[in-house]
C-alpha cells in the first residue's frame, strides 16, 4: 500500500530546458500545424520572441526530474503504474531555450475498489528563470494492486 503519510510532501525540484528540436519534433508527433511551432521566422513574425511550447509539451519535461527515487520512497511499484489524469493551467507562454524550474508535492493519496486501485496526485509548478508563473500541471499517476 502506498503511505497516505506522504501527502503533501515536497518532490525534488528540478531544471529543465526546451530545446528548439524537440518542440518541433512533438509539435509533428501531436499534429499541430501551426507554423509558428516549428519556423522561429513564423514566430516572430506571429509576436514571439522564439518558437512557443506546443501545448502539452511540459508534460513531456516533467518526465525528466533527474530524482525518481521519490517512488520508491512512496510504495509506487513502476511496473503496476497507469497515467490516470492529467490537466493543465497556462499563466503565459514559455519558449524554446528557457530554463523551467518544476516544483512539485504529492497533493492526495487515495484507493478504491478496496485497495486494488491505488491513486497519487502530484501538483506541480512551473516558472521560469524570472520567477515568472508559467503553467500548474496536475497529474494522476494509478497503481494497479494484485
Do not use: C
Not at 516549428?38 to 512557443?52: I, K, V
Not at 512551473?126 to 520567477?131: A, D, L
Amino acid at each position: 500500500m502506498i503511505d497516505k503519510q506522504h501527502i503533501g510532501r515536497k518532490l525534488p525540484a528540478f531544471r529543465a530546458v526546451a530545446e528548439p528540436g524537440r518542440l518541433r519534433f512533438f509539435a509533428k508527433a501531436i499534429g499541430e500545424t501551426n507554423p509558428v511551432y516549428f519556423d522561429e521566422s513564423a514566430a516572430r513574425d506571429a509576436g514571439h520572441p522564439g518558437l512557443p511550447l506546443p501545448p502539452t509539451f511540459l508534460f513531456s519535461l516533467e518526465f525528466e526530474q533527474p530524482d525518481s527515487s521519490w517512488r520508491d520512497e512512496v510504495g509506487i511499484d513502476v511496473s503496476r503504474i497507469l497515467h490516470g489524469e492529467q490537466s493543465f493551467t497556462y499563466h503565459r507562454l514559455a519558449y524554446a531555450g528557457e530554463v523551467l524550474l518544476f516544483e512539485s508535492r504529492i497533493a492526495d493519496i487515495y484507493d478504491k475498489k478496496g485497495g486494488a486501485l491505488e491513486f497519487v496526485v502530484r501538483e506541480t509548478r512551473v516558472t521560469n528563470v524570472r520567477g515568472e508563473h508559467v503553467a500548474d500541471l496536475h497529474s494522476v499517476i494509478v497503481q494497479r494492486n494484485g
